[in-house]
Each structure stands twice: as C-alpha cells, then as structure tokens.
C-alpha cells in the first residue's frame, strides 16, 4: 500500500535550518503530488508547499515563500522540505501527503489522498 513516511524534525533556534524529508512507497513521484502540511496545537492543517507530479513545479503559501524550497528525488522517491529563517510561529508537526488527481485547491488537505505520520518541528525564541 502506499506509504509516506517523514523525517528531520527537531528543535531549532530562531532563524536556524532544518530539512525535513519524506520518503514514498508504492508509487513514483512523477504519478503523484506531493505537499507539505503542518499543525500547530490548536489550528488546522495549513498547507505549506506542494510540488506537482507531471512537471516539478513548485508552490509555496504566502507564509513560508522565500524561505522553505520543497524539491524531489525521483530515484531515490524522496521529496524534501528545506526550510530557513525559521521563526517561533513555524511550530507545527509537519506532514507529507500525496495524491494522483490534479485538483483546484492544492493547499487544502482533503485534496490528498495519503499522509504520513508527521514530524515535530519546534522553532525555540
């Protein structure tokens, strides 16, 4: 079955780096989108980034643009999220998701099929 499964979460101090990866199982990236979702306690899923299946494009919410790249490895069946300039309000588990269909919202969770377990990150003040 498929299967996603994320690692590279940790704690950080503020303005630190981290690179999360999320490893895929039972399809190949170039059948499937894969996005990066966080919650933090109390707040729903926000999407964060998504890279599309056919070509590798890539997108990012307002909040992480310019400092989170998400990219792939085909071969390796890996997407990554490296993210810099962490700030406190970046606090979350993060997840990867994946889903074949191409659909309007791509930053809103019920367009993914599949989750991961999710990985905590916490940016220290």
């Known amino acids: 079955q498929v299967q996603l499964v994320e690692s590279g979460g940790g704690l950080v101090q503020f303005g630190g780096s981290l690179g999360l990866s999320c490893i895929v199982s039972?399809?190949?990236?170039?059948?499937?989108?894969v996005g990066w979702f966080r919650q933090a306690p109390g707040k729903e899923h926000e999407g964060v980034s998504w890279i599309r299946r056919s070509d590798g494009s890539t997108y990012y919410s307002d909040s992480v643009k310019g400092r989170f790249t998400i990219s792939r490895d085909n071969a390796k069946n890996t997407v990554y999220l490296q993210m810099n300039s962490l700030k406190p309000e970046d606090t979350a588990v993060y997840y990867c998701?994946?889903?074949?269909?191409?659909?309007?919202?791509?930053?809103?969770?019920?367009?993914?099929?599949?989750w991961g377990q999710g990985t905590q990150v916490t940016v220290s003040s």
């Open positions: 039972r399809f190949s990236l170039d059948s499937y989108s």
């Open positions: 998701a994946a889903t074949p269909y191409d659909y309007r919202d791509m930053f809103h969770p019920s367009s993914y099929n599949y």
